[in-house]
Each structure stands twice: as C-alpha cells, then as structure tokens.
C-alpha cells in the first residue's frame, strides 16, 4: 500500500491525470466526510472537497514524503473549509474573561443515535459554531490555536463551544425524548 501510495504521489508531483485520479478516488470518502462536518449541507461539502483537492494537487510537490499523507491531506481540506468559512461569515467578539459554562455530568447522556443524525445536528449549529465545534471537539485543536486559524480571541472560542456543545446536547436531548414517546 505505502509502495502504491508512493507510486501515486509521484504521479501527481508530476501532474499525472491518472494518478491524480487514483489519489482522488483513494482520499474522496474520507475527506468527504471531513468536508460535511464543516460544510452546511452536501453542496457545500463538495465545494470544498473540489477546492481542497485541487490545492492538493497544486502543492503536492511540497510534501516530503515524511509523516503521513492522509494527515498532510487532511490538513490542506480543513484549511480551505476554513477559509471559506471565514470570506462568508464573521464573529462577533467578546470579551476574553468568558467563564466556560459548567456542564460537567449534563453532557454524559446515552443515546442510541446514528453518525449521520449526530452530523445532521452538528451540520445545523450556525456556521461559527460549527466551525469551533469541528475544530475543537473533533480536529483536536487548543482554544489558543483556533483563534489564531479564525482570527478570534480565545473567549470567543470558548463561548461558542460551550453554545455549541449546549445546542447539541438539547438536540440530542428532544431526540432522546421522541425516541423514548415512539417506543
């Protein structure tokens, strides 16, 4: 695989169509998924994973061969579901001194909920919400670092977090609760 792989970014370094294919074809699902967690509805999504993979291949040639691909994809996606995240909306900014709301025990609800109801919801918070939402609970970003990626200050990020972890959990709460009348 990593020989094939290897084979294939070659390929692309040298503008290949048929490695660039393979190297689409390969990536797509994934980053696919990537691009609906920050996108607002399917269309969206394919924008960004067009425009994400045509950066891909503009600075394929810039990728060393050390650490892994997929993450150096990976990466390259993000950065343009947050660029066009940032020409099409904008934060407003609080102060810094935002006291993170306590929802520790409120948060631990068990659910028999699908990925994609969970991706629906996730897909209607409000487009900064979601953004900081992906950014901290999934990407694995600091407050520090997304304020620096969205140009907020860390209370912002903190605050729409905790608004966005306090919409999520009452989604999943009606949802919990109309499962519960169904049944």
């Known amino acids: 695989m990593v020989d094939k792989l290897n ?14 294919k393979e190297l689409y074809e390969m990536f797509k699902t994934k980053m696919f998924g990537i691009c609906l967690r920050y996108a607002g509805d399917y269309n969206d999504a394919q924008d960004i994973l067009h425009d994400g993979f045509l950066k891909v291949f503009e600075k394929v040639s810039q990728f060393k061969f050390k650490g892994s691909f997929e993450g150096w994809i990976r990466k390259i996606i993000v950065n343009t579901a947050l660029e066009r995240f940032r020409t099409k909306y904008q934060f407003i900014d609080i102060n810094d001194n935002f006291k993170e709301l306590d929802r520790k025990g409120k948060d631990n609800i068990s659910v028999d909920i699908s990925v994609k109801e969970i991706l629906k919801f996730v897909q209607e918070l409000s487009p900064r919400y979601r953004a900081v939402f992906n950014l901290y609970a999934i990407e694995g970003y600091s407050h520090k670092e997304i304020s620096k990626m969205l140009n907020i200050s860390e209370g912002t ?10 919409i999520l959990q009452d989604k999943i709460n009606k949802y919990y609760k109309t499962v519960i009348q169904i049944n």
């Open 7 to 20: 084979r294939i970014i070659y390929g692309c370094q040298e503008s290949d169509p048929r490695a660039q």
């Open 157 to 166: 990020s903190k605050s729409n977090l905790s608004r966005a972890r306090a």
